[in-house]
């Protein structure tokens, strides 16, 4: 019988450059996903798959997580720290963290940058099932080029990776979380930096070890862009997707669900009437004038709102004041260096 699955790791080390100026003062792990810091809805979603220890290997601003995190205690889950005083890649990482878990059993292996309402508990199952030394989660995409796709046969087991091509054999994708045992983390050489993607996964299967894919067709989202944590937060909203960070802040008060369309924190002033939908966050204090439309927006907290604003696809600073009759489409409000930055809706 295998060891049970109660470890996990947490990669949140990436810099986050295709996210500025979002980026510029909060990693991108930390950004709000409905409100929730995407790391935290992380964390949840293991401890309520029975994870009872998780690292956060980290890097890029390192000091943010431990100050809100602490150790694990308000989130009913241990949590520790690895932290990368230089990138060390993926594999690089994973064994950096693993030093700090005190479990002998398959660890659960996070990507810090993908929005899923993927079955963990059902994953962990088939691994075990399986006799797997590791086991990927996997779904399917219209378009793949942009990802690694795996290949398996009728058993889903693993045949081939291949990174990022133009014609890919399959559209069945590497969707960001792992369970390796532990004989797949030592094989990871420490203090090297280490792609899982192209060097290990390759590497352990050629050595004979048994991969599996388990694969589910539930919601998947790959935060990379501005443009995904607006359609992250939308579609939480809407119900698109699911998660228990989402649904344990609206049960203790910390946020509200106004509609289908909307969600906000404390002490948010609205004047009537406006017209907020289509996936809109609003902060704590903000202050919201009358007649504004806001669409598929992140309002941050003690922002002010101008009258007859009309706001899309628009992310706006802490405490920044958007004058009246604004308008203003993919685009970032009150952010440094430039407080008026563009980005792309694709």
Same mark, same amino acid.
């Given at each position: 019988? *295998? ?25 991108? %792990? ?49 949590? *520790? ?24 059993? =398959?660890? $659960?292996? !996070? ?36 990802? #690694? ?18 014609? =890919?054999?399959?559209?069945? @994708? ?14 990871? /050489?420490?203090?090297?930096? $280490? *792609? ?7 590497? $352990? ?11 589910? %067709? #539930? ?6 862009? /501005? ?62 004038? =009358? ?9 941050? *907290? ?7 604003? $009309? ?11 958007? /004058? =009246? ?5 993919? @685009?970032?409000?009150?952010?440094? /260096?430039?407080?008026?930055?563009? !980005?792309?809706?694709?």
């Amino acid at each position: 019988m *295998s060891n049970p699955i109660t470890s996990a790791i947490l990669l949140v080390g990436g810099m986050g450059t295709r996210m500025q100026p979002l980026t510029l003062t909060t990693p991108k %792990p930390m950004l709000k996903v409905a409100g929730i810091p995407f790391t935290e809805h992380q964390i949840i979603k293991a401890r309520e798959a029975g994870i009872t220890e998780i690292v956060l290997a980290t890097s890029f601003m390192a000091e943010i997580f431990e100050p809100y995190f602490g150790n694990g205690e308000r989130f009913g889950i241990k949590i *520790s720290y690895a932290v990368e005083k230089t990138a060390l890649g993926t594999g690089g990482a994973i064994k950096n963290a693993a030093s700090k878990l005190s479990g002998s059993g =398959p660890v $659960v292996i !996070f990507n810090g940058d993908v929005l899923s309402s993927h079955k963990l508990r059902e994953q962990m199952k088939f691994h075990s099932s399986r006799g797997a030394d590791a086991t990927l989660y996997l779904t399917e995409v219209p378009d793949a080029r942009a990802f #690694g796709v795996v290949e398996v046969d009728g058993e889903n087991q693993i045949l081939s990776f291949n990174e990022k091509m133009e014609h =890919p054999p399959t559209n069945i @994708i590497n969707a960001g979380c792992y369970i390796f045992n532990q004989s797949v983390i030592d094989s990871i /050489p420490a203090g090297k930096v $280490v *792609s899982v993607e192209r060097e290990t996964f390759p590497e $352990v299967l050629a050595r004979g070890m048994r991969l599996f894919g388990y694969v589910d %067709p #539930g919601y998947w989202l790959d935060i990379g862009n /501005p443009d995904a944590l607006l359609r992250a937060t939308r579609d939480l909203i809407s119900g698109v997707a699911t998660s228990d960070a989402l649904s344990l802040a609206l049960t203790s008060g910390r946020v509200f669900q106004m509609n289908s369309e909307l969600i906000h924190g404390l002490n948010v002033i609205i004047d009537q009437p406006s017209t907020l939908d289509s996936g809109c966050y609003i902060d704590d204090d903000v202050v919201i004038g =009358p007649h504004v439309t806001l669409s598929n927006c992140v309002i941050g *907290s003690g922002a002010v709102i101008g009258a007859k604003s $009309v706001l899309i696809n628009t992310f706006i600073a802490s405490g920044f004041q958007v /004058p =009246p009759a604004t308008l203003a489409e993919n @685009i970032f409000l009150g952010f440094t /260096p430039s407080s008026e930055a563009t !980005f792309s809706d694709n």
